[in-house]
């Protein structure tokens, strides 16, 4: 398939741990932070101790989204900045200038 006088390239494989996210305790780290944000706020505005077990239930939650596809959260960002917005039907507009 290659040209007389072409060497062919040399192709090696990929290994999918070089292209993962960089995680901490299996979810990535922006969403370990937005986890531990939202615990502490939910603490603060409570001032209950019992409320920083809402960081297992969310921990898990990102957990299983992350074991399901590892770019989840990527996704869902570019996916909500790129979306527009559903407001059309109910202004006959869209709610956001160009």
């Known amino acids: 398939m290659t040209e007389p006088g072409l060497e062919d390239p040399l192709i090696t494989p990929l290994v999918k741990g070089l292209t993962r996210a960089p995680t901490l305790m299996g979810v990535p780290y922006m969403y ?9 706020v939910c603490f603060l505005v409570s001032h209950n101790l019992l409320l920083l077990l ?4 969310l921990h898990l939650l990102g957990f299983v989204m992350t074991v399901r596809d590892d770019r989840i959260f990527e996704i869902l960002v570019v996916r909500s900045a790129k979306c527009p917005p ?3 039907s109910f202004w ?4 956001y200038r160009v």
Do not use: C, E, Y
């Open 54 to 57: 809402v960081a297992i239930p």
């Open 86 to 88: 559903r407001s059309r």
């Open 32 to 40: 370990f932070m937005l986890n531990g944000v939202v615990t502490s």
């Open 92 to 95: 006959s507009a869209d709610s």
